[in-house]
């Protein structure tokens, strides 16, 4: 099955910089991949996702890249702010057609970002 | 904009007894996920549904069960509740044709077994 790896897990940056966390897939099939902020003990929400017909896409300070050959994917948060500080998760699904539509998350262990004052 | 709905937010339960957690998706959103998080954990995946047909299944324990009903909702029913199945459930949902890869999560159900 789809297997995702995620580095850091642990990322500490001074406000103002940039923060980048990478993460590799196994599964070839993949062609999703979101990005998930998680607050303690609030629910993952979706801050930026990237297909795989696409090779970056930026919001703002957020951007994703893929590169589908080498199965990786990385998220690229610039200006870095304390609001920021959150744990991160990437994610990976295919689309699997089973009567109509689904497709499950795989999710990366996460990265704790601490964005310092 | 509504979002995904749970309930209850929390819940305290002995062990080996039974839960019923509730999700409602975003209106005209026919399908659901459900999802575990344990403490310091990653979401793992449990079961989805598609349409009142469940359509993908994960490491769902047999002691669990779930379905959507008719306006889609959904309900994870959870008995001879364990120790270890404590921890936070999340419900998703999305809607089928254009973005339906996105997934939007509910605010979970912390789940405490004593």
């Known amino acids: 099955g789809e297997n995702v790896e995620q580095h850091p897990s642990t990322l500490s940056v001074q406000e103002g910089d940039s923060a980048v966390i990478k993460c590799t897939y196994s599964d070839s099939a993949s062609n999703y991949f979101p990005w998930y902020k998680q607050e303690l003990g609030k629910r993952p929400q979706l801050i930026i996702d990237i297909r795989s017909n696409v090779g970056e896409k930026k919001d703002q300070r957020i951007a994703v890249t893929l590169n589908k050959t080498a199965k990786h994917f990385s998220l690229h948060i610039t200006e870095t702010q304390p609001e920021d500080s959150a744990v991160y998760f990437c994610a990976a699904s295919g689309w699997l057609n089973y009567g109509g539509a689904t497709n499950k998350l795989i999710f990366g262990t996460g990265t704790l970002l601490a964005v310092q004052p | 904009a509504a979002g995904v709905i749970q309930s209850p937010r929390h819940l305290i339960k002995e062990k080996r007894e039974t839960a019923t957690l509730k999700c409602y998706p975003i209106p005209r959103h026919d399908t659901v996920y459900w999802y575990q998080q344990g403490p310091g954990q990653d979401p793992q995946f449990l079961i989805s549904?598609?349409?009142?047909?469940?359509?993908d299944k994960g490491s769902i324990p047999d002691r669990f069960s779930a379905q959507q009903f008719s306006d889609y909702h959904s309900e994870l029913n959870m008995s001879s509740l364990e120790l270890g199945d404590s921890a936070l459930y999340f419900c998703?949902?999305?809607?089928?044709?254009?973005?339906?890869?996105?997934?939007?999560f509910g605010p979970g159900t912390r789940l405490t077994v004593l």
């Open positions: 998703a949902s999305s809607q089928y044709g254009g973005n339906a890869d996105t997934q939007y």
């Open positions: 549904f598609y349409e009142k047909m469940q359509s």
